[in-house]
């Protein structure tokens, strides 16, 4: 009897220690990434990303023309550790999370304050994949405008 009351301790345990669901990682690992942003934090913004990361914005040129501009993750972190605490802050609602397997994708609407002035808006799109520890950012594009927020 004692053995088998053991076994239901250890299994019910296991499955608490196992309660996270893939996607709720998934929005552990991107809301890490605005944490620690917000709190200039280089390290742990590094931890969010695959060392092969893309990231690129999609924005219009001096003379109005859709661009797609591509950004080094590794400058991006370098300039985030280096800014004030506090400074960049970008509010996220997760409007869809898909997963298969070790490929997520993420859609998040978001406002971009610096300190408590708005800045601008859009929507990220986030590529994630499961490595053999945790969730990781492999690919981010995002839009962005001063107009057109929802409040």
């Known amino acids: 009897m004692k053995k088998y009351f053991l076994f239901i301790v250890m299994a019910a345990a296991s499955l608490n220690t196992n309660a996270q669901s893939a ?3 998934v929005k552990a690992t991107i ?3 605005f944490f620690a ?3 200039s934090d280089g390290a742990m913004l590094q931890d969010c ?3 092969n990361a893309i990231m690129q914005t ?3 040129n001096k003379e109005g023309k859709l661009i797609v501009r591509t950004d080094s993750v590794t400058g991006f972190i370098k300039q985030v550790a280096n800014m004030p605490k506090g400074l960049a802050d970008e509010r996220i609602v997760f409007e869809m999370v898909k997963i298969d397997g070790p490929l997520a994708t993420v859609w ?3 406002k971009f304050y610096r300190r408590a002035d708005f ?3 859009g929507v990220n799109s986030f590529q994630l994949v499961r490595t053999t520890d945790k969730w990781r950012i492999q690919y981010i594009i995002d839009t962005r405008r001063k107009t057109g927020c929802v409040e």
């Open 37 to 39: 942003m917000i709190e």
């Open 49 to 51: 990303f695959t060392d």
């Open 58 to 60: 999609i924005t219009t």
């Open 23 to 25: 996607e709720d990682s």
């Open 31 to 33: 809301r890490k990434m």
């Open 108 to 110: 998040t609407p978001y």
């Open 119 to 121: 800045s601008h808006c």
